[in-house]
């Protein structure tokens, strides 16, 4: 397949307005693309050459090194590239402007005799770039030049602007799963009613890469039966969140499991013979980040296959005391992983079994994997078996909630235990419900809301942003809706470090997943995710967020909010959900009640 099907289907991506003509734009595009390479156009759309979780190296060719390789694909000095790239800000444009500059002069030399380039293809592309991502070395640097030149050369203006932006990281189409999911559904299945099929694949095996290719060659009957595989990771089950006990227990269906809530990173374990993966809540591979967690799992999962979850906590290694997740984050940051391991220790907390020696768990009840995973768990000082009790009563949770808080945990995830409790992968559903400590503030719980735009600051933040626009998620329809602007909370630091983390997210029209009335200075394709709190959840006509479901042309807004920290390990759609929110809202609404009511009394 042509390069330029592909570079034509990022135009007129990034042209889209609306999410459906999205979806439209891919099935035409899958359905143009032979299936022994939909899982590279795949990738490729997605910016990435490989699944996030491979643990391959990505592109990351410096500037500087394009600046070269553009140079020498174009026959244009260093420092007019240089020069028409700040012009431009955007090297991709700046080269499509200099191939379109020589496809003149190519004319003129095509009218008087020799040949023009030979055409890009999707494999030639794909080839040539992974072999620039392994490479590496000091006498890699001129190599991966010219092969990147190489491809410039021989690229149409558009293809060369794409491939720029590829190679630099920032094609960012902002193209969620979800979409790509509908679309294989259309196409391989005919219609989206098959959405289900596919999603449970790429649930139980997050490759979408995979996913397609086995699509393409078998269709959607190939997809019925998919179980999980060692190393390729399965999307992780999510919690709900309520904060009274009974309604909790009511939900769960009377009598439940509560698990502390342990305050660290989410860990899914992969055993294979003796290798061990580690991906982390966004599924990337962190196996690295953790050799002393390898070792204690090497000898205390007593099987040949397993795939397990659990959460891995820092410990205070005076007092062996848990503490909390930003600990961890010391240990993220140190270079040297062997000094990390020794000044910032951690315990793994496992508390579920998802796939023993061939055995899928996902479609049993819980009470069935924890049997599992008792039984190839051998407990160690570091590697342990998460707390947990089984209670009917809601005092009794609420005891234990409150020993939770005492044990440094952030709380408890309370797990219905009936037949029917399956590992749900991929989704947030009512199976489990997370119990949060009160943050002493009206707004019970902290929100995580991904950036949509930005508006330019005044005053002391003149010629910086000054606010971010936010919104929450709704995978209904697969959108973003407003729920703020944030103007406070960011430290000087914060508000220096802005620009360059959104820069590569702007741009020029609304994002067509995004749902909202205010205009920002700038719009964001929707992608950073930051904690927020604020004083209250209030109406607010600006706002997009469950508009209509809380009253009539109003939206939930938060009151004062205020930024707390960027939550990196989160993706768009990992951001809290607009019933989220309307839940949360309709909580506060009961608690004023009550108040007022108990006043009366
Ligand atoms: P949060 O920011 O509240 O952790 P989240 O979106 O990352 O939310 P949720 O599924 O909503 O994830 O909440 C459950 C999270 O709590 C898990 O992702 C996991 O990291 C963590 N956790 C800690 N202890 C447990 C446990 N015993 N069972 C399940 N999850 C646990």
Redesign the pocket.
Known sequence: MDFIILAETFEKLEGTTSRIQLTNVLVDLFRKTPSDIIDKVIYLMQGRLWPEWSGFPELGVGERFLIKAVSIATKTSEAEVEKLYKQLGDLGRAVELLKQRGALGGLTQFLSGPKLGTRLSVGRVYDTLSRVASMVGEGSRDIKIKLIAGLLMDAEPLEAKYLVRLIEGRLRLGIGDATVLDALAICFGGSQSYRAVVERAYNIRADLGNVAKALAFGGIESLKNIEPKVGVPIR??????LSDPKEILGKVGGKALV????????AQIHRGGNSIWIFS?RLENITHQYPDVVEVLLDGLRCREAIV???IVAVDPNTNELKAFQELMHRKRKHDVHEAVKEFPVKL?L??ALYVDGEDLTLKPITVRKKYLQDIVVQSDNLRL?D?TITDDPETLERFFLKAIEAG??G??V?AVHDQAIYQAGA?GWL?I?Y?RDYKSEMIDTV?LVVVGAFHGRGRRGGKYGALLMAAYEPDTDTFQTVCKVGSGFTDEDLEKIPSLIQPYVIDHKHPRVDSELEPDVWVVPALVAEVIGAELTLSPLHTCGRGKVGEGVGISIRFPRFLRW?D??SAE?ATRVDELIEMYKRQLRKITEEVSQEQV
């Open positions: 992780p089950m999510l919690a709900e969140r698990e502390f809530k342990y305050d660290g990173e989410r809540r979850e659990g959460e907390y508390f579920d998460a947990l945990c952030e408890v995830v797990k947030r489990w997370k949060k995580d939550r390990e989160k990992d």
